[in-house]
């Protein structure tokens, strides 16, 4: 593993991500009126800082609808920040401007389904060539080489580059999106759940061939998943999203053995185990209760609802992220 | 089952419904006679010269006084209707697919933009689209024939201008469906230009609906420059369309000659209910939810 | 004691424009009354096929082509589809991944559940609304005689397997095929439900076969696995005896593949290539190909040999030794 540098690669400062669903024109003339409009602004993501260091993977880990998706999306410069911003090495991702663009292609992303994620009417070697063509990166004359080598370099047949998307399979599609996002020669890889939509087998494929990549191209990688075991396996540092916060921060090896917030605590214990002696009496201890929705996170500690430790304090204020080296935005952190 | 291009799979699938295979057979066959038709009519129905005015409104297989059989007889300036009908459906194919093309590429791309950029140039467009779809295509396309005055150009720019919003409605459908996929992020986290975006990979995705459209649309054009040529606002005289001849023998009508008027427009509605069941056929392949 | 479900041969084909599709071929297994029998494979295993073959579920171009199903001493295959529907919902019940292939949209939850009975029996209304109250709060929905009048989109997504399970549940069926149920979960709700599913089967008395494709949800909900791959069962046991020592490569194989049998950044031990395609197997095992172990004689489909309590489709399996 490298060794980090001083400077974090990545940065990624007080963002926050609201959406606002489209208001009509009834609606528009209602509110003028006086009637009372519901706001439906949904936090995805909520003030959220962190950073990831030249040759790191840090693991992004929540359950659906926390913001992990949207966070990623931000950073891989696909959706802009409503506030805050992403930065690599101090440039912006994004451009200025009210419908800002993507300014840098040093970021790149690679998609949960690889069968959304192609455009099922482009034979692969024109999707992979395409971004290296437009930005420069590969002479017109050789671009067929060029995506051969990618192709190559994830395992592909250099002849796969004539064909459509539909006539891979799931986990050769996936291969196709990582040597897509390769081919831009980016220095950070966003990957959002890239094994969740796999079978068991194809996935330990799909991790080794990241791990490979990792080691020989010295990627940087913000990965993220729900599945902790993956994240467990392949991430240095993880990050733990709840309601687009981030609740919890650290290394992987202390994330997962010594949390520090209930939630951690909680999702680790929810996570099944195999079980491989006949008396082995398997207790889940489930969270209680639902995920609160997003129109309407409550107030304080979004997790309190659901929390066994918590107390008045935490129905109020809201804890901010601290500690070091692993930082949890609890109140009352658990002992390690 | 693994046909490489999305078009050969479409091909082995429309082949299994025989009404349809049926139907682009009349269709292309209309369309090559219309093509070919200075070729292979019998007599050149704009050569004035040709004309025998004693041969005027005679029935189908009439031998004229030039020993030439008539067919499907002769219209009112002794024309040979089999040649008129010919020459017209070339006019009428002609101004239907050149006003269904460009309304397709305009009000496509229209579409298309309003679908990525959204915001309020997505609403801008859509609500002029809006207020020009609830006035009826007919009425719109007549009134802009008269400002635009008689000819092929005029009336195709009448045309477009009802028909491309059609277009533009369904391609921004189909794109706002096509915008929220990952392909679409994939393109933009490399990033991409947004007419490369557009162009490149949004419209392709946005063509089955617009296929479908595009069939029914270039019907309902020739059947409009036909009502607008029985209307008298569409083309010159000097090229007669199917329209025309409809409305050139329907004075006959009443008085026996029934053939003036009744073969172009069988000709027309043979041409505009084969185009439909192609277009339908085309639709109940694409639609995902008719699948089986 | 006989089985509560017996399935003897299953074989049910697809016949496609690309061919026949050997979605199920051979598969015999059975269950318990109480028993809860987990069924595991990846994508195309045929594993759902086989779930929807119990329940007669299998619609063109799907067929059964040969097999028994035996379900409390009373032959399915072949019975006729009014007779089929009469036992679903009563006798047998089925839990989907997606709730909205159970749940229609428009009907709120009560009148879904009122339906659901009424379809087998007649009962009076106060009686209904107190089953249908006793079925909600049985699988953890709070509040449940409000609930009632509620609209399937008001509930969240694990709120709305819960009610999924609920009308399997009402008929207080003896089997419930649940498929992947819980896959679309989140982790801390999937928790909820197999703690509840398991403790239900237990006082209930309700058998269940379990499919999925997660290992590890299947060992903390099952007694029982089997393994499938392409259409048929490879290997078959106790579930601790199967995880700890595998006879089949391939239940080696997966075992292999899931992170957490590894350490931290080390490459995983995967299994090559891909599972074959359905309409087109290999000659004999159709593991063969990926197969580390594979021989000269593998080229003839082995049988399903037992040993104990243990069984397992395969000419060279690994010694029992082998330890995770």
Same mark, same amino acid.
Request: with cysteine; hydrophobic share 45%; charged share 20%.
């Given at each position: 593993?490298?060794?980090?540098?001083?400077?974090?690669?990545?940065?990624?400062?007080?963002?926050?991500?609201?959406?606002?669903?489209?208001?009509?024109?009834?609606?528009?003339?209602?509110?003028?009126?006086?009637?009372?409009?519901?706001?439906?602004?949904?936090?995805?993501?909520?003030?959220?800082?962190?950073?990831?260091?030249?040759?790191?993977?840090?693991?992004?880990?929540?359950?659906?609808?926390?913001?992990?998706?949207?966070?990623?999306?931000?950073?891989?410069?696909?959706?802009?920040?409503?506030?805050?911003?992403?930065?690599?090495?101090?440039?912006?991702?994004?451009?200025?401007?009210?419908?800002?663009?993507?300014?840098?292609?040093?970021?790149?992303?690679?998609?949960?389904?690889?069968?959304?994620?192609?455009?099922?009417?482009?034979?692969?070697?024109?999707?992979?060539?395409?971004?290296?063509?437009?930005?420069?990166?590969?002479?017109?004359?050789?671009?067929?080489?060029?995506?051969?080598?990618?192709?190559?370099?994830?395992?592909?047949?250099?002849?796969?580059?004539?064909?459509?998307?539909?006539?891979?399979?799931?986990?050769?599609?996936?291969?196709?999106?990582?040597?897509?996002?390769?081919?831009?020669?980016?220095?950070?890889?966003?990957?959002?759940?890239?094994?969740?939509?796999?079978?068991?087998?194809?996935?330990?494929?799909?991790?080794?061939?990241?791990?490979?990549?990792?080691?020989?191209?010295?990627?940087?990688?913000?990965?993220?998943?729900?599945?902790?075991?993956?994240?467990?396996?392949?991430?240095?540092?993880?990050?733990?999203?709840?309601?687009?916060?981030?609740?919890?921060?650290?290394?992987?090896?202390?994330?997962?053995?010594?949390?520090?917030?209930?939630?951690?605590?909680?999702?680790?214990?929810?996570?099944?185990?195999?079980?491989?002696?006949?008396?082995?009496?398997?207790?889940?201890?489930?969270?209680?209760?639902?995920?609160?929705?997003?129109?309407?996170?409550?107030?304080?500690?979004?997790?309190?609802?659901?929390?066994?430790?918590?107390?008045?304090?935490?129905?109020?204020?809201?804890?901010?992220?601290?500690?070091?080296?692993?930082?949890?935005?609890?109140?009352?952190?658990?002992?390690? | 089952?693994?046909?490489?291009?999305?078009?050969?799979?479409?091909?082995?699938?429309?082949?299994?419904?025989?009404?349809?295979?049926?139907? &682009?057979?009349?269709? @292309?066959?209309? +369309?090559?006679?219309? !093509? $070919?038709?200075? #070729?292979?009519?019998? /007599?050149?129905? %704009?050569?004035?010269?040709?004309?025998?005015?004693?041969?005027?409104?005679?029935?189908?297989?009439?031998?004229?006084?030039?020993?030439?059989?008539?067919?499907?007889?002769?219209?009112?300036?002794?024309?040979?209707?089999?040649?008129?009908?010919?020459?017209?459906?070339?006019?009428?194919?002609?101004?239907?697919?050149?006003?269904?093309?460009?309304?397709?590429?305009?009000?496509?791309?229209?579409?298309?933009?309003?679908?990525?950029?959204?915001?309020?140039?997505?609403?801008?467009?859509?609500?002029?689209?809006?207020?020009?779809?609830?006035?009826?295509?007919?009425?719109?396309?007549?009134? &802009?024939?008269?400002? @635009?005055?008689? +000819?092929?150009?005029? !009336? $195709?720019?009448? #045309?477009?201008?009802? /028909?491309?919003? %059609?277009?533009?409605?369904?391609?921004?459908?189909?794109?706002?469906?096509?915008?929220?996929?990952?392909?679409?992020?994939?393109?933009?986290?490399?990033?991409?230009?947004?007419?490369?975006?557009?162009?490149?990979?949004?419209?392709?995705?946005?063509?089955?609906?617009?296929?479908?459209?595009?069939?029914?649309?270039?019907?309902?054009?020739?059947?409009?420059?036909?009502?607008?040529?029985?209307?008298?606002?569409?083309?010159?005289?000097?090229?007669?369309?199917?329209?025309?001849?409809?409305?050139?023998?329907?004075?006959?009508?009443?008085?026996?000659?029934?053939?003036?008027?009744?073969?172009?427009?069988?000709? @027309?509605?043979?041409?505009?209910?084969?185009?439909?069941?192609?277009?339908?056929?085309?639709?109940?392949?694409?639609?995902?939810?008719?699948?089986? | 004691?006989?089985?509560?479900?017996?399935?003897?041969?299953?074989?049910?084909?697809?016949?496609?424009?690309?061919?026949?599709?050997?979605?199920?071929?051979?598969?015999?297994?059975?269950?318990?009354?109480?028993?809860?029998?987990?069924?595991?494979?990846?994508?195309?295993?045929?594993?759902?096929?086989?779930?929807?073959?119990?329940?007669?579920?299998?619609?063109?171009?799907?067929?059964?082509?040969?097999?028994?199903?035996?379900?409390?001493?009373?032959?399915?295959?072949?019975?006729?589809?009014?007779?089929?529907?009469?036992?679903?919902?009563?006798?047998?019940?089925?839990?989907?991944?997606?709730?909205?292939?159970?749940?229609?949209?428009?009907?709120?939850?009560?009148?879904?559940?009122?339906?659901?009975?009424?379809?087998?029996?007649?009962?009076?209304?106060?009686?209904?609304?107190?089953?249908?109250?006793?079925?909600?709060?049985?699988?953890?929905?709070?509040?449940?005689?409000?609930?009632?009048?509620?609209?399937?989109?008001?509930?969240?997504?694990?709120?709305?397997?819960?009610?999924?399970?609920?009308?399997?549940?009402?008929?207080?069926?003896?089997?419930?095929?649940?498929?992947?149920?819980?896959?679309?979960?989140?982790?801390?709700?999937?928790?909820?439900?197999?703690?509840?599913?398991?403790?239900?089967?237990?006082?209930?008395?309700?058998?269940?076969?379990?499919?999925?494709?997660?290992?590890?949800?299947?060992?903390?909900?099952?007694?029982?696995?089997?393994?499938?791959?392409?259409?048929?069962?490879?290997?078959?046991?106790?579930?601790?005896?199967?995880?700890?020592?595998?006879?089949?490569?391939?239940?080696?194989?997966?075992?292999?593949?899931?992170?957490?049998?590894?350490?931290?950044?080390?490459?995983?031990?995967?299994?090559?290539?891909?599972?074959?395609?359905?309409?087109?197997?290999?000659?004999?095992?159709?593991?063969?190909?990926?197969?580390?172990?594979?021989?000269?004689?593998?080229?003839?489909?082995?049988?399903?040999?037992?040993?104990?309590?243990?069984?397992?489709?395969?000419?060279?399996?690994?010694?029992?030794?082998?330890?995770?």
């Amino acid at each position: 593993m490298n060794v980090p540098a001083a400077r974090p690669l990545v940065e990624v400062q007080d963002v926050s991500k609201r959406f606002t669903p489209h208001v009509s024109i009834g609606e528009r003339i209602a509110a003028m009126l006086g009637s009372p409009v519901e706001t439906r602004t949904v936090h995805a993501v909520d003030n959220v800082s962190f950073a990831i260091r030249k040759g790191e993977v840090l693991g992004l880990v929540g359950e659906s609808g926390c913001g992990k998706s949207t966070l990623g999306r931000v950073v891989a410069g696909i959706h802009p920040p409503s506030e805050g911003r992403a930065s690599i090495e101090g440039v912006a991702v994004m451009g200025e401007g009210r419908t800002p663009l993507k300014t840098t292609t040093r970021i790149q992303m690679v998609f949960q389904d690889p069968f959304a994620s192609l455009d099922p009417r482009v034979r692969i070697g024109d999707t992979i060539g395409e971004g290296p063509l437009a930005h420069g990166l590969v002479a017109k004359a050789d671009v067929q080489a060029y995506v051969a080598r990618w192709l190559t370099a994830v395992g592909l047949p250099a002849e796969a580059a004539g064909r459509f998307p539909h006539q891979f399979s799931g986990g050769q599609r996936q291969r196709v999106a990582i040597a897509r996002a390769l081919a831009m020669q980016p220095d950070v890889l966003v990957c959002d759940e890239p094994v969740a939509s796999l079978d068991v087998s194809i996935q330990a494929q799909i991790i080794n061939l990241f791990l490979k990549l990792r080691r020989e191209l010295d990627l940087t990688m913000l990965f993220i998943s729900h599945d902790l075991g993956v994240v467990r396996h392949i991430c240095d540092r993880v990050a733990i999203m709840y309601l687009g916060r981030i609740v919890e921060l650290g290394a992987a090896a202390d994330i997962f053995e010594r949390p520090r917030h209930p939630y951690t605590r909680a999702l680790l214990d929810s996570v099944p185990k195999l079980v491989t002696a006949s008396d082995e009496l398997v207790t889940f201890k489930p969270i209680q209760g639902e995920l609160p929705s997003p129109l309407s996170p409550p107030p304080g500690c979004h997790f309190h609802l659901r929390c066994p430790h918590a107390r008045e304090r935490c129905r109020v204020e809201v804890p901010r992220l601290e500690g070091d080296p692993q930082p949890a935005a609890c109140h009352y952190p658990l002992a390690p | 089952m693994d046909s490489a291009s999305p078009v050969a799979r479409f091909w082995d699938e429309f082949k299994t419904n025989r009404i349809a295979v049926a139907a &682009l057979g009349v269709v @292309l066959l209309i +369309g090559t006679l219309a !093509l $070919i038709s200075p #070729l292979i009519s019998p /007599q050149n129905p %704009y050569d004035l010269s040709r004309l025998v005015l004693m041969d005027a409104r005679r029935p189908p297989g009439y031998v004229g006084s030039n020993g030439f059989t008539h067919w499907l007889g002769t219209d009112a300036q002794g024309r040979d209707l089999l040649s008129a009908i010919l020459y017209g459906l070339r006019i009428s194919i002609q101004v239907g697919v050149i006003a269904g093309g460009i309304a397709f590429v305009v009000g496509a791309t229209l579409g298309a933009f309003a679908a990525y950029f959204g915001g309020r140039i997505e609403a801008l467009i859509m609500r002029i689209i809006d207020l020009q779809l609830s006035f009826p295509a007919i009425l719109l396309a007549l009134v &802009l024939a008269a400002l @635009l005055g008689q +000819g092929k150009w005029p !009336l $195709i720019a009448a #045309l477009v201008t009802a /028909q491309y919003a %059609y277009f533009a409605r369904t391609a921004h459908g189909a794109a706002s469906t096509e915008r929220s996929k990952d392909y679409v992020d994939a393109a933009l986290s490399t990033p991409l230009a947004a007419r490369r975006v557009v162009f490149r990979h949004i419209l392709p995705n946005c063509l089955p609906p617009l296929i479908v459209v595009a069939t029914v649309q270039i019907a309902n054009s020739i059947a409009l420059e036909a009502t607008l040529s029985f209307l008298g606002l569409g083309l010159p005289v000097t090229e007669p369309s199917l329209g025309m001849l409809i409305a050139n023998g329907f004075q006959y009508m009443l008085s026996g000659r029934y053939w003036i008027s009744i073969y172009p427009g069988v000709a @027309l509605i043979v041409l505009i209910v084969a185009i439909n069941l192609v277009g339908d056929q085309i639709r109940d392949q694409l639609n995902p939810r008719l699948r089986r | 004691m006989s089985a509560l479900l017996e399935v003897r041969g299953l074989t049910t084909h697809f016949d496609t424009r690309g061919g026949v599709l050997k979605a199920v071929e051979d598969v015999s297994f059975e269950v318990g009354e109480g028993e809860i029998v987990g069924l595991v494979g990846e994508s195309g295993s045929g594993k759902s096929v086989t779930g929807f073959s119990i329940l007669g579920l299998v619609d063109a171009p799907g067929r059964i082509v040969s097999g028994s199903v035996r379900f409390a001493g009373r032959e399915l295959v072949g019975l006729g589809h009014g007779a089929l529907r009469s036992m679903r919902g009563r006798e047998m019940a089925m839990v989907f991944q997606d709730p909205s292939a159970t749940l229609n949209p428009v009907l709120t939850v009560g009148q879904q559940m009122r339906l659901a009975i009424a379809a087998h029996e007649r009962v009076g209304e106060a009686a209904a609304t107190a089953r249908c109250v006793e079925a909600l709060t049985i699988v953890g929905i709070p509040d449940a005689a409000r609930r009632l009048e509620n609209y399937p989109h008001q509930f969240s997504g694990g709120m709305r397997q819960r009610v999924a399970i609920a009308i399997a549940l009402l008929n207080r069926p003896k089997l419930i095929i649940c498929d992947e149920p819980t896959t679309a979960l989140d982790v801390s709700i999937q928790a909820q439900i197999l703690t509840e599913m398991k403790s239900l089967a237990a006082r209930l008395g309700t058998a269940m076969i379990w499919i999925s494709h997660d290992l590890a949800t299947v060992s903390s909900v099952a007694s029982r696995l089997l393994v499938m791959y392409a259409g048929r069962i490879i290997e078959a046991g106790p579930v601790a005896s199967v995880l700890r020592s595998p006879r089949h490569p391939y239940t080696r194989g997966l075992l292999n593949s899931l992170p957490s049998m590894a350490r931290p950044g080390q490459d995983l031990v995967q299994i090559p290539g891909s599972m074959p395609s359905l309409a087109n197997l290999p000659e004999g095992c159709s593991f063969r190909p990926r197969c580390p172990k594979a021989q000269e004689d593998c080229k003839v489909m082995p049988a399903l040999t037992g040993d104990g309590a243990r069984a397992f489709r395969c000419r060279h399996p690994l010694d029992r030794e082998v330890a995770a």
